[in-house]
């Protein structure tokens, strides 16, 4: 399928910015760094396939509604497709593409052996009750069964999905197969072979990115403000773990808005109320209320959006303050704000790189489950972080010798690894 060739009109991510768009302009940005063949760069501008369902759904009311799903698998080129499942209003067949492709580039910086695949379903989660979403992920997984598997292409969570969903997808393709598959899937319950740690794998990368790169600029996290978008998986976990690792929570957001405490706020308490609240920030004792637009011009030290893609842009870029942003959510940064960001010297450790810990412990996930060993978590968190320290290293060391961003550098390591193992395949010889 060629994604040019989709109507312009599934371009509906925030401000009309198509992702896949941007997606291709950072590809084209680091093969020209990298002098790479035109071939070789129009294959990786392709996702090799896209595959677009129907899934009826019968509702509680008996009403029977037709939802969209997609899932595109980029590249298998270093291994399987890997990547999430999201059920967000948002998805579209040009976003979920998008984030494929990132899939790609995250897996082959941090030296995984996986390519790069993404699917979703165009849902508010919220309107949809335990039953319909089940039986929702079960059409979706069945509509897929050909298309996925411990060998092919293997889901995760990601936006609006959790280990409950990952589970009935598991679920729906061994009942197909006829017996238990639990490779198909990582992000998994720990009853069916999911991985100590998994949960907070996100939010713990991206508390050693923030960690690391302080260091780098000679700080420390210690007493470093923070500010953070997004209070879900990955912005939930990152808050906890980096004001347990000693830096001060100023704010953090959902979709509905966020509050902000110049004192800081006291995560594990926030986190019993947001829970104990109907998943309301609003009210935390000692907090003031800040709209999102607010919260990404609030002074800090580091800015992390945790949420969605598009929310940095050319529009409100000027009004940030924080020194350092750190892309928890994929594709947070829009093309023009990450210019106008680096111009202006603000450190800005990109997506595929800081993100890439839920990625990672999925793969020890998948590791584990092929050996039948399972690990205690302390093992899990030591393995990932030796692969994110060592990934955040080389993408410094890349900078630095070719004087680019550290996005840039990124991309360079990424897009190398697959450009190499194509031309070595003879895939294009
Ligand atoms: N889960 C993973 O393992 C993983 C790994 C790597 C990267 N990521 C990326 O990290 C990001 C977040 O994923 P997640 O797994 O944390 O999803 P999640 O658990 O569904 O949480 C998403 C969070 O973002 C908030 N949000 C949604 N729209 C927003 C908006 N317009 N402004 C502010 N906040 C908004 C949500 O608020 P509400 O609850 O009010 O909707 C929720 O707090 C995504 O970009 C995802 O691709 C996830
Ligand atoms: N959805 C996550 C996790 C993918 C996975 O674990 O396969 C991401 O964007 O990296």
New binding site residues.
């Given amino acids: 399928m060629v994604l040019s060739s989709l109507p312009s009109l599934e371009t509906a991510s925030p401000a009309h910015i198509c992702p896949f768009d941007q997606a291709c302009s950072y590809l084209e940005a680091a093969a020209k760094e990298l002098h790479l063949n035109q071939g070789v760069i129009e294959i990786l501008s392709h996702p090799r396939k896209a595959i677009t369902v129907s899934i009826p759904v019968k509702l509680d009311n008996g009403e029977v509604q037709v939802l969209v799903g997609h899932r595109v698998q980029h590249s298998d080129i270093l291994g399987p497709y890997?990547?999430?499942?999201?059920y967000h209003p948002s998805v579209t067949l040009r976003e979920v593409s998008a984030?494929a492709m990132?899939?790609t580039w995250?897996c082959a910086l941090l030296g995984i052996p996986?390519g790069g695949g993404?699917g979703g379903i165009a849902i508010d989660p919220t309107h949809y009750s335990v039953g319909e979403l089940e039986r929702i992920t079960r059409r979706y997984t069945s509509e897929l069964i050909k298309d996925i598997g411990p060998e092919v292409d293997?889901?995760?969570?990601?936006v609006g999905t959790s280990a409950r969903e990952m589970a009935w997808m598991m679920d729906t393709y061994s009942m197909n197969v006829g017996h238990a598959v639990p490779g198909v899937v990582?992000?998994k319950p720990l009853s069916i072979g999911g991985s100590r740690g998994r949960e907070m794998a996100?939010g713990r990368g991206v508390m050693i990115i923030v960690r690391e790169a302080l260091a780098t600029q000679g700080k420390s996290v210690k007493g470093a403000q923070v500010v953070i978008q997004g209070f879900g998986n990955v912005g939930g976990a990152a808050a906890l773990l980096l004001q347990e690792a000693g830096a001060k929570i100023l704010a953090v957001s959902d979709a509905h808005g966020g509050i902000f405490s110049p004192a800081g706020l006291d995560i594990p308490a926030l986190k019993a109320y947001y829970a104990q609240n109907r998943r309301s920030l609003a009210g935390f004792p000692g907090s003031l209320p800040v709209t999102n637009a607010q919260l990404l011009a609030l002074p800090c030290d580091v800015l992390i959006p945790a949420a969605l893609e598009n929310q940095i842009t050319e529009e409100n870029c000027d009004r940030v303050q924080a020194e350092m942003v750190v892309e928890a959510a994929?594709g947070p940064v829009t093309l023009a704000a990450d210019l106008a960001l680096e111009a202006r010297g603000v450190t800005i450790l990109p997506d595929i790189l800081a993100?890439?810990g839920?990625?990672v412990?999925?793969?020890l996930e998948w590791v584990q489950g092929l050996s039948y060993l399972f690990w205690d978590e302390e093992r899990v968190n030591r393995e990932m972080e030796q692969l994110m320290v060592n990934a955040y290293q080389k993408v410094v060391q890349q900078s630095k010798q070719r004087q680019i961003t550290l996005r840039l550098a990124a991309y360079t390591i990424g897009v190398g690894r697959v450009a190499q193992a194509l031309t070595d395949r003879g895939l294009y010889p």
């Fill in positions: 890997k990547g999430g499942t999201r984030l990132l899939m995250k996986y993404k293997i889901p995760a969570p990601d990582t992000g996100t994929n993100n890439a839920g990625v412990v999925s793969y």
